[in-house]
Nanobody
Framework: QVQLVESGGGAVQAGGSLRLSCAGSGYTYNWYCMAWFRQVPGKEREAVAA????????YYADSVKDRFTISRDNAKNTLYLQMNSLQSEDTAVYFCARGREGSCGLRSSLFAFWGQGTQVTVSS
């Protein structure tokens, strides 16, 4: 079955950096769009970034553009999110997601499978 396992979360001071990873298994990794979402308790989950199956196209939420970089290594079945210039507003649980067949983008309806999440806490 499809499994997505995130790692790399933690606590960091504002202005710092973190790199999240998401290992995928149970499917042909390079067939699907992948993405990162985040959620704060009491708020809706929001899209952070997405990347097309071959890594050619990337999509970013305005709030993270120019600070976060999404990438993937299809040979290692791994998705990454490099987060720089972190702000307290970036504090959330971060989830990776695997897309359904077809389109890629930031809408949550495009994604069928989700990891368990990893906590990112940014202190000011």
């Amino acid at each position: 079955q499809v499994q997505l396992v995130e790692s790399g979360g933690g606590a960091v001071q504002a202005g710092g950096s973190l790199r999240l990873s998401c290992a995928g298994s149970g499917y042909t990794y390079n067939w699907y769009c992948m993405a990162w979402f985040r959620q704060v308790p009491g708020k809706e989950r929001e899209a952070v970034a997405a990347i097309s199956p071959a890594g050619v196209n990337t999509y970013y939420a305005d709030s993270v553009k120019d600070r976060f970089t999404i990438s993937r290594d299809n040979a290692k079945n791994t998705l990454y999110l490099q987060m720089n210039s972190l702000q307290s507003e970036d504090t959330a649980v971060y989830f990776c997601a695997r897309g359904r067949e077809g389109s890629c983008g930031l809408r949550s309806s495009l994604f069928a499978f989700w990891g368990q999440g990893t906590q990112v806490t940014v202190s000011s």
